[in-house]
C-alpha cells in the first residue's frame, strides 16, 4: 500500500489554524503532495475567532490564487472554503465547499459548539436537550442532512463530528441500533448528491479520537451504496498534513475500497481525480 499524499481540508492563520497559508503551501510540497486544497472556516457573523474575519475574506482569496500561481505546474493548488451550516458567505468565489455543521443554535439566539470544550456541549444537552444526547445527535444528523441536501457541496465534512465530545462525554451508546439507524438515515440521501464523504483524520492529529471521521460502520454503508470517498487531514497545523492517512487507508482497504478520490494533480482535467488504493 503506498499513501497517496494530498489533502481537500487545510485550516491556516487566516481563521484558526496555526500555520500561515504559505508556509503550509511549502510544508505540502516539500512532503510530496500531489495537490491541496485550502479550507477556511468560512465567515460567520458570531465566535469570531474561529473563522475568516468578513473583512479579510478577499485577502484570504488573493492570497491563496496567488500561492495557487506560484506552485502552478509544481503543485495544484486549489481554493476551498469549509461552509458551517451558520455561516453567512456565498460559495460563489470558491472552486469548491465542505459542508459541515459546528453549532447548535440555542432558544436564546446564541450558538453552542459541537466539537469546542465536552463542558459546552453537555451545557447545551442538558439546558437545550433535556438531557439526552439522542436527542442532540438527531438535531444534528437533521441539520447536517438537510444542509448538505440543500447546498450540494463537493465534500460532507467530517460525518459524525460528535464522536470527539463523546469520547469524553459518553452521551449516548454508539454502538447502540436507535444511534447507528439515525446515522444511517441522515447519510443514506446525501448519496442523491455528487458529495464525498470525507474520511477525516484530523481527530486523530489532535489526540482525541483512534479513527477518523466517520465511524466504520458508516463507511460500509456508503460503499454499499456506491459512494466516493476523500481522505482528508483537517490540518491546522503542518506537522500533522498527513497524519493518520496510513491507518485511513488501511481502514478503507479493509472495508472493500480499491480506490478513493483526491483533488486533481492535474487541473486541466477535471478538480477530482479518482486513484487506486
Ligand atoms: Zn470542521
Ligand atoms: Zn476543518
Redesign the pocket.
Given at each position: 500500500m503506498s499513501v497517496t499524499l494530498s489533502s481537500a481540508?487545510v485550516?491556516t492563520t487566516f481563521c484558526d489554524g496555526k500555520t500561515p497559508a504559505s508556509e503550509m503551501a511549502r510544508a505540502a510540497y516539500d512532503r510530496g503532495f500531489a495537490s491541496l486544497g485550502f479550507?477556511s472556516?468560512a465567515p460567520q457573523t458570531f465566535d469570531p475567532g474561529y473563522c475568516v474575519p468578513p473583512e479579510r475574506e478577499g485577502e484570504y482569496i488573493s492570497q491563496v490564487r496567488s500561492l495557487q500561481a506560484e506552485y502552478k505546474g509544481r503543485m495544484p493548488i486549489y481554493l476551498g472554503i469549509?461552509r458551517d451550516y451558520y455561516s453567512c458567505a456565498s460559495p460563489a468565489p470558491y472552486d469548491f465547499i465542505?459542508a459541515?455543521v459546528h453549532y447548535f443554535l440555542k432558544p436564546d439566539g446564541h450558538h453552542a459548539p459541537i466539537d469546542a470544550t465536552a463542558e459546552k456541549l453537555k451545557a447545551y444537552v442538558d439546558d437545550c436537550c433535556e438531557g439526552s444526547g439522542l436527542d442532540m445527535a438527531k438535531r444534528y444528523f437533521s441539520m447536517l442532512r438537510d444542509y448538505v441536501l440543500s447546498c450540494n457541496p463537493a465534500i460532507i465534512?467530517?460525518f459524525d463530528l460528535l464522536r470527539k465530545n463523546n469520547a469524553v462525554l459518553r452521551l449516548y451508546d454508539e454502538d447502540s441500533a436507535a444511534y447507528r439507524a439515525m446515522a444511517l438515515d441522515a447519510l443514506r440521501p446525501m448519496r442523491e448528491t455528487d458529495a464525498l464523504l470525507e474520511v477525516n483524520t484530523?481527530a486523530i492529529a489532535r489526540g482525541y479520537l483512534t479513527t477518523p471521521y466517520p465511524a466504520p460502520f458508516l463507511l460500509s454503508a456508503w460503499k454499499e451504496w456506491g459512494g466516493e470517498v476523500i481522505i482528508n487531514s483537517?490540518c491546522h497545523n503542518a506537522s500533522y498534513l498527513d497524519t493518520g492517512y496510513e491507518d485511513a487507508e488501511a481502514l478503507l482497504l479493509s472495508l472493500g475500497y480499491d480506490h478513493a478520490v483526491r483533488l486533481s494533480p492535474d487541473p486541466e482535467k477535471g478538480l477530482w481525480e479518482r486513484y487506486a488504493l
Open positions: 481540508h485550516h479550507t472556516h469549509e465542505i459541515s465534512g467530517h484530523g483537517d
